[in-house]
């Protein structure tokens, strides 16, 4: 633990609906006890039906944006979200090189819960190989993972692990392969790291208020590793706060899509 409240820094797009994203972030990191800088890599028209148009700033002011933060705060943990297209993923993955931070939780985000492309077909390979081998731990869903291998979504959690394995061969830390999209009664995640796989069971939350999920849990594992012993004790941690933000999320009512988590249900 290198300061009692760690700083964090988000590399995502903004969610004008504040459910996801930069937005939902910045909620985790605060209600985890952690300290939130922010860079923008895109701007995105969203509420809770979908995303309507998607507006990237150039890959320079990206850099200027983590050049500003790492030049003046002292970052603990970064989170990676939304990338949108391979000059952005390069200057990130520069920087990440250049700063060398302690932790880097990279959520592989490629396509919003409307279905809309959040990241360019071009950039997939870039981002699979100049980011996963600066990783801490990369948290893809099924598809997500799919995608970045070429192959088709694992339908039962033996072929979670094989992905996972194959994932972690270009170069992370360790691969948190989450199980949301499997057809079982509950919701597991397979986190495969040099240690070997450890199952992090869970139930499947029946509400329909999830955009922002994937977010969350990345951002939560971000804002937990400064402040826990290990890896698999932030993301089981990380995984309770979720589920918690997923059940109290009825207590809100945002839009008339897909309602966001209720990040602050231990205060409101």
């Known amino acids: 633990m290198s300061r009692s409240i760690p700083n964090v820094l988000t590399i995502a797009g903004s969610d004008s609906g504040g459910g996801a994203g930069i937005q939902a972030d910045l909620k985790t990191f605060s209600a985890l006890g952690a300290y939130g800088a922010s860079v923008v ?20 002011f990206v850099a200027a944006q983590i050049d500003a933060v790492f030049g003046d705060i002292g970052i603990d943990a ?16 520069a920087a990440l090189r250049r700063y060398e931070p302690r932790c880097v939780v990279l959520d592989t985000v490629m396509i919003s819960k409307s279905h809309r492309a959040l990241l360019e077909p ?7 190989d100049e980011l996963l081998p600066l990783a801490t731990v990369v948290t893809p869903n099924l598809p997500e993972a799919a995608a970045l291998l070429g192959v088709v979504p694992a339908a039962d959690e033996p072929e979670m692990l ?5 994932l972690r061969a270009f170069g992370a830390h360790a691969v948190l392969m989450k199980g949301g999209h499997l057809a079982a009664p509950d919701s597991p995640d397979w986190l495969i790291d040099a240690s070997g796989s450890h199952r992090f ?17 990345s951002s939560a594992i971000a804002a937990l590793v400064p402040q826990r012993a290990d890896l698999r ?15 109290e999320s009825g207590r809100l ?13 231990r205060w409101w």
């Open 41 to 60: 890599t895109a701007l995105t028209a969203q509420n809770t039906c979908g995303v309507t148009a998607v507006h990237t700033p150039d890959a320079s």
């Open 78 to 93: 970064v989170k990676i979200g939304m990338l949108s297209n391979a000059r952005i993923v390069r200057v990130v993955a």
């Open 122 to 128: 071009d950039a997939v390979a870039v981002l699979r």
């Open 162 to 166: 094989r992905q996972g394995e194959a």
């Open 201 to 217: 069971g869970g139930p499947r939350i029946a509400v329909s208020n999830t955009h922002g999920t994937g977010c969350t849990l």
């Open 233 to 247: 004790s932030a993301i089981a941690d990380a995984k309770a706060y979720l589920l918690d933000a997923l059940r």
């Open 253 to 265: 009512s945002v839009g008339s899509g897909i309602g966001p988590l209720h990040h602050f249900h």
